[in-house]
């Protein structure tokens, strides 16, 4: 893919890195040549983004033209909304006070070159401003408040006419650095047709794909013609050099991941996991509501609060299930056995939500997974519960999780209407990659979880469709990034 860097005057990027072709803003804005390049990757570093400026019309231009530039011109506007700055500048708040805890003057100025500062001390302050707003060189303003704490004020894109000469080297490093994913300069003689990314978390316990399925993600999506990297938290600043976003970490709404989804979404990427999905998927009480109204058959369930808490035990009988509403991996989902069990663990539960699910207890030796994209089933797997346990996964106290046996087996193999509970309930939350836990007694099919990030492990899940499951889900991928690319052209 084609890397350009505009600047309004030549003299504005005197750095020369191999494989980037640096052009002025009128020859991008009227020459043919690149109205009509494909693929091109755009750092804009324009002398002004005002609008209606050639700045302006760059980033502009190049979301026409189907390009991806930096800055786009959503954070063009974000830099010059106040209370964005001061959102960022709140949620980054111990950030901020502990990387600039040694200054001692009234003020600060940080600049930023390709997510880098020239002092390391500043290095992730600077990675997360990079990454929060997404344009090649930044400027950010610190001052103290009346209680003497930090806060960030400004945030200025620049260009190269604003760098002390002293800077130049340290930045073409930086550039260098920034573009020497094959990502951003295509190692190949011919570039792929798109870029995906894979986000997921290097030191995850328990992860959703462990290393060789991610292997077999990539070599799969190589053969559609898909150049996909694994990328980790750190590497939000270049979502948009990307024109997919595969979430294979644990997904919440309270950290990175559903910024992640959000942001990539925004930028108009093809993203599994959607930020709906997400929403939608890690709440228990979201997901009760919403199956009971569809007359999904679930466990006999209570959505507990304050005020109904005396009467959970006596509807449903003990044993009993309660479920934090953002519970994931078997973690928060407790059995209690008594009165006094209910009592404490709900007293626990409602430090940190208002409502809590609790559930009949239904014993099983097993639970239905059923994976399904694109609103079609994938892959099916029984997954035991773990030994001398009442869930798939043991979380003792001693740290090694203790797994269940599986059997992974054919869609035709499972009984219908297990498959047919988990796609009515997979499609009311999207048409993206889910699984479905399904519990089959006394003859019924009863769903417990709609999962927005099911685990898809190698020698598991893949264990009937061998590599040919990896290829399907990239398929779906595929085919989403030629839609999206065909509106532009």
Same mark, same amino acid.
């Given at each position: 893919m084609t890397v350009l860097i505009v600047t309004s005057k030549a003299e504005d990027w005197p750095a020369q890195i191999d494989g980037v072709e640096v052009i002025d803003d009128d $020859?991008? +804005?009227?020459?043919?040549?690149?109205?009509?390049?494909?693929?091109? &990757?755009?750092?804009?570093?324009?002398?002004?983004?005002?609008?209606?400026?050639?700045?302006?019309?760059?980033?502009l231009l190049a979301e026409a033209r189907g390009h991806k530039p930096l800055p786009s011109v959503a954070t063009v506007r974000d830099l010059k909304t106040q209370s964005v700055v001061r959102m960022v500048s709140d949620e980054f708040d111990e950030l901020i006070q502990k990387s600039l805890a040694s200054i001692k003057s009234a003020g600060f100025r940080l600049s930023i070159y390709f997510g880098q500062n020239m002092a390391a001390k500043y290095q992730r302050l600077a990675l997360t401003l990079f990454n929060q707003f997404q344009s090649p060189m930044l400027r950010a303003d610190?001052?103290?408040?009346?209680?003497?704490?930090?806060?960030?004020?400004?945030?200025?894109?620049? $260009?190269?006419?604003?760098?002390?000469? $002293?800077? /130049?080297?340290?930045?073409? &490093?930086?550039?260098?650095?920034?573009?020497?994913?094959?990502?951003?300069?295509?190692? @190949?003689?011919?570039?792929?047709?798109?870029?995906?990314?894979?986000?997921?978390?290097?030191?995850?316990?328990?992860?959703?794909?462990?290393?060789?399925?991610?292997?077999?993600?990539? @070599?799969?999506?190589?053969?559609?013609?898909?150049?996909?990297?694994?990328?980790?938290?750190?590497?939000?600043?270049?979502?948009?050099?990307?024109?997919?976003?595969?979430?294979?970490?644990?997904?919440?709404?309270?950290?990175?991941?559903y910024r992640f989804s959000r942001k990539a979404d925004g930028e108009g990427l093809v993203v599994m996991d959607d930020p709906q999905s997400i929403l939608r998927c890690t709440n228990k009480v979201y997901l009760a509501e919403l199956l009971a109204r569809h007359n999904i058959l679930i466990p006999k369930t209570i959505v507990a609060h304050s005020r109904n808490a005396n009467i959970v035990g006596e509807q449903l009988g003990f044993p009993l299930v309660l479920k934090k509403p953002?519970?994931?991996?078997?973690?928060?989902?407790?059995?209690?056995?008594?009165?006094?069990?209910?009592?404490?663990?709900l007293e626990l539960f409602f430090k940190e939500s208002d409502l809590v699910v609790a559930q009949e207890f239904l014993p099983t030796t097993f639970d239905w997974r059923i994976g399904i994209i694109d609103q079609q089933p994938i892959f099916a797997c029984k997954y035991f519960m773990a030994s001398g346990h009442w869930q798939i996964i043991d979380h003792n106290k001693k740290g090694n999780d203790?797994?269940?046996?599986?059997?992974?087996?054919?869609?035709? /193999?499972?009984?219908?209407?297990?498959?047919?509970?988990? +796609? &009515?309930?997979?499609? +009311?939350?999207?048409?993206?990659?889910?699984?479905?836990?399904?519990?089959e007694s006394n003859g019924k099919f009863y769903v417990i979880e709609v999962n927005d990030n099911p685990n898809i492990d190698s020698g598991v899940e893949d264990q009937v469709l061998k590599d040919e499951l990896y290829l399907r889900i990239m398929s779906v991928f595929l085919r989403r990034m030629e839609q999206k690319k065909s509106r532009y052209f």
């Open positions: $020859s991008y +804005l009227t020459d043919p040549t690149y109205s009509e390049r494909r693929g091109a &990757k755009v750092f804009n570093l324009c002398r002004s983004y005002r609008y209606q400026s050639t700045g302006y019309y760059v980033s610190f001052s103290r408040d009346s209680k003497g704490r930090w806060q960030l004020r400004k945030v200025d894109s620049i $260009s190269g006419n604003d760098v002390p000469k $002293s800077h /130049w080297d340290f930045i073409a &490093k930086a550039a260098a650095k920034h573009f020497a994913s094959r990502r951003v300069v295509a190692q @190949k003689k011919s570039a792929p047709r798109f870029d995906m990314a894979i986000l997921y978390r290097p030191d995850d316990p328990s992860p959703p794909s462990d290393a060789k399925a991610l292997k077999k993600f990539i @070599k799969a999506a190589e053969s559609l013609d898909i150049a996909a990297e694994l990328i980790t938290k750190d590497d939000y600043g270049r979502i948009a050099h990307f024109d997919a976003l595969f979430i294979r970490d644990t997904t919440f709404i309270d950290n990175y991941t953002d519970s994931a991996f078997s973690q928060g989902v407790i059995k209690v056995a008594n009165q006094d069990e209910l009592n404490a663990q203790q797994y269940g046996r599986f059997e992974t087996m054919p869609i035709e /193999w499972v009984p219908r209407k297990a498959v047919q509970v988990a +796609l &009515k309930s997979a499609n +009311l939350m999207g048409n993206g990659l889910y699984g479905v836990d399904v519990k």
